[in-house]
């Protein structure tokens, strides 16, 4: 079955939302294929992946199961349900904020957050959904603080734990409280 490649040029670009990342290179891919697993339980390779960006050429048509899966990352039930949206068909789906999932980050990537009222910390991965604190500009966390996350989630409040801060004794922490918080943006180390 042929697909229109504008619904899939606006659902790979509704994807990238999601996730908080144009896709563009193979590092890109391997990031995305692990973030698919952590919003739908199911698994797509980077070489589907890359096929249905268009970063490859594809010798056969897209597969409805991948689409499937993206569309369901992207709030949908399916891909009729989506191409049914996009259409003005059905308009409901379930909301869907970004997340940043930590088992898709690498060793030493950096993770910047922000939330209300002008709070910026700008944190490095250390591996195990642990982080330190390595910038922090009107916040309570400060530079050399750590703790574990293993989820990031736009809007949200953040719940931290295991936050050790020399002098204190080990706590769990929540930024954001009210109204949540951002994730700017979060780059791979190197």
Same mark, same amino acid.
């Given at each position: 079955?042929?697909?229109?490649?504008? +619904?899939?040029?606006? !659902?790979?670009? *509704? /994807? $990238?939302?999601?996730? @908080?990342?144009?896709? =563009?290179?193979?590092? +890109?891919?391997?990031? !995305?294929?692990? *973030? /698919? $697993?952590?919003?739908? @339980?199911?698994?797509? =390779?980077?070489?589907?992946?890359?096929?249905?960006?268009?970063?490859?050429?594809?010798?056969?048509?897209?597969?409805?199961? =991948?689409?499937?899966?993206?569309?369901?990352?992207?709030?949908?039930?399916?891909?009729?349900?989506?191409?049914?949206?996009?259409?003005?068909?059905?308009?409901?789906?379930?909301?869907?904020?970004?997340?940043?999932?930590?088992?898709?980050?690498?060793?030493?990537?950096?993770?910047?957050?922000?939330?209300?009222?002008?709070?910026?910390?700008?944190?490095?991965?250390?591996?195990?959904?642990?982080?330190?604190?390595?910038?922090?500009?009107?916040?309570?966390?400060?530079?050399?603080?750590?703790?574990?996350?293993?989820?990031?989630?736009?809007?949200?409040?953040?719940?931290?734990?295991?936050?050790?801060?020399?002098?204190?004794?080990?706590?769990?922490?929540?930024?954001?409280?009210?109204?949540?918080?951002?994730?700017?943006?979060?780059?791979?180390?190197?």
């Amino acid at each position: 079955m042929e697909y229109n490649k504008e +619904d899939i040029k606006r !659902l790979t670009a *509704q /994807v $990238e939302k999601v996730v @908080g990342k144009k896709i =563009s290179g193979p590092r +890109d891919f391997d990031f !995305l294929s692990r *973030q /698919v $697993e952590g919003y739908t @339980g199911e698994t797509l =390779s980077v070489s589907t992946l890359k096929r249905v960006w268009g970063y490859i050429p594809s010798g056969s048509r897209l597969s409805r199961y =991948s689409l499937d899966v993206l569309a369901r990352m992207a709030g949908y039930a399916g891909w009729e349900a989506y191409v049914a949206g996009v259409n003005g068909g059905d308009v409901s789906f379930r909301i869907v904020h970004r997340k940043l999932f930590t088992d898709s980050l690498e060793y030493g990537d950096r993770v910047k957050l922000v939330w209300s009222p002008d709070r910026v910390v700008t944190t490095r991965y250390e591996g195990q959904n642990m982080f330190t604190v390595v910038e922090s500009e009107n916040s309570k966390l400060c530079v050399g603080d750590t703790f574990r996350c293993g989820l990031f989630v736009d809007h949200e409040p953040l719940y931290l734990t295991g936050l050790f801060h020399p002098g204190m004794p080990v706590s769990d922490y929540v930024c954001g409280k009210s109204g949540g918080g951002n994730l700017a943006r979060s780059r791979q180390a190197g």
